[in-house]
């Protein structure tokens, strides 16, 4: 088991407006049922603390999230330490 330290930003693209909230809390919704991965919000982006197999899981998840709830593509930065 390896635990470690990761900041996420997704990015909508092809949304219906420039507001990407709707996106963001689907997101954190992804996050609130995985207790076992830690995370804090920013402005630019989500920072993750957990395993790592566990957090590539969620990340995958919340990619997933965005898709259906209706972004046509999602660009994804992903950092891991």
């Known amino acids: 088991m390896v635990r470690v330290i990761a900041e996420v930003t997704f990015s ?3 949304t219906a407006t420039p507001s990407v909230s709707k996106y ?9 049922q995985h207790p076992e991965v830690e995370y ?5 982006g989500t920072v993750l603390e957990g395993e790592r197999r566990a957090i590539i899981d969620v990340i995958e998840e919340m990619n ?9 593509r999602v660009g994804t ?5």
């Open 77 to 81: 930065a992903l950092k891991i330490d």
């Open 12 to 14: 909508p693209i092809g």
């Open 24 to 32: 963001v809390v689907v997101a954190l919704g992804v996050l609130k």
């Open 64 to 72: 997933d999230a965005i898709f259906a709830a209706g972004a046509q």
């Open 40 to 44: 804090a919000l920013n402005p630019m």
